[in-house]
């Protein structure tokens, strides 16, 4: 295989996975954002709280990685619940500023608690031996892990896709999001909406914290480090839209990695000149609406 | 009678002066990462510089030493300046102590130098760090110590003829790829890419620069990262794009393999060769004594490493300028003074502060990662380089000459 084509193949396969990552730790922030105007900067203590829960459950309980991935997604998807029908249903109405105030406070209110119960070092874990070492496929031999990765994020794709296009409650929720006082005015539940979205939102947040283990190392201050790229990420690809933020991951993710990879000096500053360029020529991101 | 007396009033006068001397206590301002990203990294000199003290209380007699700790903050160093400035002005430290990050360390070095407080180093490596004041005194390493060797050794023993190094872009990381590349290109070798790879923050993803040196195809890949979780980032990155099997070593200083990592990382880092001045598996009665201690305090799960022994070391020297100086410690020029040329053998075997630059004199060791008969990770020691000294400055190279 000629060197060029072996350099893009690398680039493309890396930044595929490191999109899909973004895409399955940012959709649910982007769902909740278009939907409510809500800015959830606390999303991030949501996945590394299902970081954490993936990390208890395969070294104490013995749980399976894959198991307890699902777990991961389903408890802190209900945990979440509580947390929006007692604090974040304040905020609806309330100005940006509240918003943030309440949800900054709450990702480090979750740094402290995490740190107090798991301390500060950074915590590891053992995937299975299917998912580590490498996958030969022809030619080339690709990391087992990202293809999995890669794999979440399709199977993610496809049954967000389903639900978002194909049923009734995807239906109103896109309704609610295109124009908010309509869908309330034809009698859907706006509400209620909401906590659903949120939920899945937030249990798929705490799937890829389970996710990431492997990929960024987990510490308390996960919550925070990492949120400048989901932001990124909706803002790139336009709140609300499940495509503006497939669009947006796939973007950044394979600039990032094509900027790391071909200009390693200049390469962590990449992304956001990319995320400039973008922003200026559509400031409201790919999908997003004025 | 007046033997009688006599005897009375030199009693009267010892009790008189002890008391005096009971009311001495030693405050030290300890500035270390205790929040972020890197906390990791502070906790490990933290609970060295607390387990020294409780293991040695009695050796300062009825003085009594008292930490002032304060959080170093970001990697970046943005916090030392405006803690160090509070230690000195509010808190009347007689002493600075830790300082992890090199940036940290270089931000208050002015302001030891304007207060005349000794600062002693426990961590931060960057080889130029001593030049900057007269007032500090390095315990821990050169980034020179681990990675000049390596770069001789690297040529001569382990058959590299390329090398590519990938750094964490800060100063140390500068420092030690230059270090490497210094000794590896004199001892005959090639030095074919340098990667600069992010920032010491938050841990990024090493893989797209660790697909770059995959696909050049170098011999040796030699890393430096900021140890803690970074550490453990590059294995896995290492074990996962498989570049072993494409016949890559992976090389560095200690900072890949810090012991409290090495007990989570996966087989990946079997045969892994770093040159390092402290490990675990150090087979001297201190450093069994030592580990014995650490868990004795800490729990089984927690370790000491490279960090730890030099805070140990570190503590051990502030005891003894205590004890020497008789808790006087106004004057920071003699408290440097007495330290310069101290000796002394702890975990990490015998160590000398150099009277002429104030940096570590210690032993450097070639060790290579084993799986140990128990089924964990230790490492196996290759070679000794006997009381190795900075050999930036012996060189001096660039600010180090100055």
């Keep these: 295989m000629p060197p060029v084509v072996n350099t893009i193949i690398s680039i493309l396969f890396d930044g595929l996975a490191w999109a899909m990552f973004l895409f399955i730790i940012s959709v649910g922030l982007s769902i909740t954002m278009g939907l409510m105007g809500v800015v959830n900067l606390a999303h991030g203590a949501f996945a590394m709280a299902g970081g954490y829960l993936v990390v208890t459950a395969t070294a104490s309980w013995g749980v399976p990685f894959l198991a307890s991935l699902i777990i991961a997604l389903i408890v802190v998807g209900i945990v979440s619940v509580l947390f929006e029908r007692t604090l974040y249903r304040q905020l609806y109405d309330a100005s940006e500023l509240h918003q943030v105030l309440l949800t900054i406070g709450l990702a480090f209110m979750a740094i402290a608690t995490y740190t107090y119960f798991y301390g500060p070092l950074p915590q590891a874990i053992r995937v299975p031996y299917y998912l580590s070492g490498e996958l030969h496929l022809g030619a080339r031999s690709f990391p087992t892990y990202r293809v999995f990765l890669i794999g979440v994020g399709a199977a993610l794709i496809a049954a967000l896709w389903y639900g978002f296009e194909r049923t009734n409650i995807g239906a109103r929720i896109r309704a609610a999001v295109d124009n908010r006082r309509m869908a309330q005015s034809v009698g859907i539940d706006v509400d209620r909406l909401f906590t659903i979205t949120f939920a899945v939102g937030s249990g798929l947040a705490g799937l890829s914290g389970g996710l990431a283990i492997q990929l960024l190392g987990l510490t308390p201050s996960f919550a925070i480090i990492y949120l400048v790229f989901f932001l990124l990420v909706v803002a790139v690809g336009g709140s609300g839209s499940i495509w503006g933020t497939l669009a947006g991951a796939l973007v950044l993710g394979v600039s990032d990695t094509a900027g790391k990879y071909l200009f390693a000096d200049a390469g962590s500053f990449f992304i956001y000149a990319v995320a400039v360029l973008i922003l200026l020529i559509r400031p409201a991101g790919l999908y997003g609406r004025e | ?402």
């Design chain 2, 1 to 402: 009678m007046k033997i009688i007396s006599a005897v009375a009033a030199s009693v009267l006068t010892f009790f008189f002066w002890m008391a005096v001397a009971d009311a001495e206590t030693i405050k030290v301002g300890v500035v270390l990462p205790y929040s972020g990203p890197n906390a990791d990294l502070g906790n490990q000199i933290d609970k060295a510089f607390d387990l020294y003290i409780k293991l040695h209380a009695k050796d300062l007699g009825d003085n009594k030493i008292e930490l002032v700790k304060r959080d170093e903050g970001p990697a970046s160093g943005a916090n030392a300046r405006t803690v160090v400035t509070e230690l000195i002005t509010n808190d009347k430290v007689k002493l600075l102590a830790g300082f992890v990050f090199s940036p940290g360390a270089i931000a208050a070095a002015p302001l030891a130098t304007q207060a005349k407080i000794p600062m002693l180093i426990a961590n931060a490596g960057t080889a130029w760090i001593t030049t900057l004041s007269p007032f500090i005194v390095r315990f821990s390493f050169s980034m020179w110590d681990p990675a000049y060797p390596m770069g001789t050794y690297a040529a001569t023993k382990l058959g590299c003829k390329t090398a590519a190094a990938g750094f964490t872009d800060f100063p140390p990381g500068q420092d030690s790829a230059l270090a490497f590349k210094t000794a590896f290109e004199k001892a005959g070798g090639k030095v074919i890419d340098e990667v600069r790879m992010g920032s010491p923050g938050p841990v990024p993803d090493f893989t797209p620069f660790f697909q770059r040196v995959k696909d050049e195809h170098p011999d040796c890949f030699y890393v430096f990262v900021p140890s803690g979780s970074h550490a453990g980032g590059v294995m896995k990155t290492y074990g996962d794009i498989g570049m072993r099997q494409a016949g890559i070593r992976l090389i560095g200083p200690m900072d890949l393999i810090p012991d409290y990592q090495l007990a989570q990382m996966s087989d990946a880092a079997i045969g892994l060769v770093v040159v390092s001045s402290y490990a675990d598996d150090y087979d001297t009665p201190i450093n069994k004594d030592f580990v014995k201690e650490w868990h004795a305090a800490y729990g089984p799960n927690s370790y000491p490493d490279f960090e730890s022994a030099a805070g140990m070391d570190t503590m051990a020297g502030i005891f003894y300028v205590i004890n020497k100086l008789q808790s006087n410690l106004d004057d920071g020029a003699k408290v440097v003074d007495a330290l310069k040329g101290w000796k002394h053998d702890g975990p990490r075997g015998l160590i000398e502060i150099d009277p002429q630059t104030r940096d570590v004199i210690q032993d450097e060791r070639a060790e290579e990662v084993i799986k140990k008969p128990d089924g964990k990770l230790g490492v196996k020691v290759l070679e000794t380089f006997p009381q190795v000294k900075d050999e930036c400055k012996v060189l001096k190279i660039g600010r180090c000459g100055s």
